[in-house]
């Protein structure tokens, strides 16, 4: 969909809030909403002015796409977190309403951006977050070993549906529970 482009800050604009952040010794940002962040125009810009003013980045993204461009300045991040939401491609797609073949690039991109991590021995955090909903209730298990032990993050986030589009039955809740404690 197209945005109005005029109602977001551009990259000059962010530099100076950071700046502001600075001077009232806010450590923290996080830089996530309103669409893929990789996507911003101006995100180079906008991360490096974070970094300028010393504050901890943490961003969350779906993965779909991380540009090259960004890599230098997510290795200076304090954490990346990726909203996956599920262990396999049909459900991705049923889910995000996207081409299934993406989830299979966003594994990749994960994997990539690890592998850089651990090679340039860097402290950024990499996390995913499930939002557990009727399409992958079942999956928490499965979920948990494809991102921790297969693909190589560092944690799993579970996150109830906060929007209630998915309220489970005991048994469905009892499940989920029972999933929860094994991870």
Same mark, same amino acid.
């Given at each position: 969909k197209s945005r109005d @482009? @005029?109602?977001?800050l551009k990259p000059d604009e962010y530099a100076s809030l950071f700046e502001e952040f600075a001077r009232l010794n806010i450590l #923290?940002? @996080?830089i996530s909403g309103g669409g893929e962040p990789f996507l911003a125009k101006g995100i180079e810009q906008i991360l490096s002015s974070a970094l300028a003013n010393r504050l901890s980045i943490r961003i969350v993204s779906n993965g779909n796409y991380i540009p090259n461009t960004i890599i230098e300045y997510l290795m200076r991040s304090?954490?990346?977190?990726? @909203?996956i939401d599920t262990d396999n491609s049909g459900t991705y797609s049923r889910i995000r309403q996207v081409p299934a073949a993406l989830f299979d690039r966003t594994i990749r991109n994960i994997? #990539?951006?690890i592998e850089v991590r651990n090679n340039l021995e860097s402290d950024l955090q990499v996390g995913?977050?499930?939002i557990i909903n009727h399409e992958n209730a079942a999956q928490i298990t499965s979920f948990a070993d494809l991102m921790l032990n297969e693909v190589g993050i560092d944690k799993v986030i579970y996150k109830r549906d906060v929007y209630e589009l998915y309220i489970p039955n005991i048994n469905q809740s009892m499940e989920v529970e029972i999933q929860l404690r094994d991870v």
């Open positions: @482009s @005029s109602k977001y #923290n940002s @996080s304090s954490e990346i977190r990726f @909203s994997g #990539n951006l995913s977050t499930f």
